[in-house]
């Protein structure tokens, strides 16, 4: 009998272990679960903060764009005073873009794969002209000497 009650005695004591195990593990797993939670709205909130300084610049951008179409709408304008207007927009963007350390590439007279996709090739008879660039397509940008879009261009190649 002596061992029955000791064998009841270490079973009891083996139950309670396993409960405090089973309770510890739910309050593991409890914090884990609010930790993972805090760990989100963190990211979140980061990415919005980092994020927020750009969208206020387009929506800026934005006000430009609806100012300059409803400019079009409301008065008849020249075809200077809306090319004039239309280089504004574009240099208002193009300083969003400086704000955030992107830049145009500098202008190039020669073709670099390195910086440039050629889409386009115009055979020429002047070798003097092979592979120098004849028209620009799409202009390429960098942000801290890497390259965020090749520049597309059209490139002359010299034909025999």
């Known amino acids: 009998m002596a061992d029955n009650a000791q064998l009841s005695e270490e079973f009891g004591e083996i139950k309670r272990m396993i409960s405090d195990k089973l309770n510890d593990d739910r309050i593991r797993e409890k914090a884990f679960d609010q930790l993972y939670e805090e760990l989100r709205q963190y990211k979140e909130d ?83 002209l092979d592979y120098k660039i004849s028209k620009v397509l799409k202009r390429g940008f960098e942000r801290s000497d890497k390259i965020l879009r090749a520049e597309e261009v059209v490139i002359h190649r010299h034909k025999k």
Do not use: C, G
Request: glycine letters at 0%; hydrophobic letters at 40%; proline letters at 6%.
């Open 46 to 128: 980061f990415l919005f903060q980092a994020e927020k300084p750009l969208l206020l610049d387009l929506l800026l951008f934005y006000d430009s764009l609806n100012w300059f179409q409803e400019s079009l709408v409301k008065q008849e304008m020249s075809p200077d005073v809306i090319a004039d207007s239309f280089q504004f927009l574009i240099d208002e963007f193009l300083e969003v873009l400086y704000r955030r350390d992107v830049t145009p590439f500098e202008p190039e007279t020669t073709f670099d794969r390195k910086v440039h996709k050629a889409v386009k090739v115009e055979p020429t008879t002047d070798k003097e």
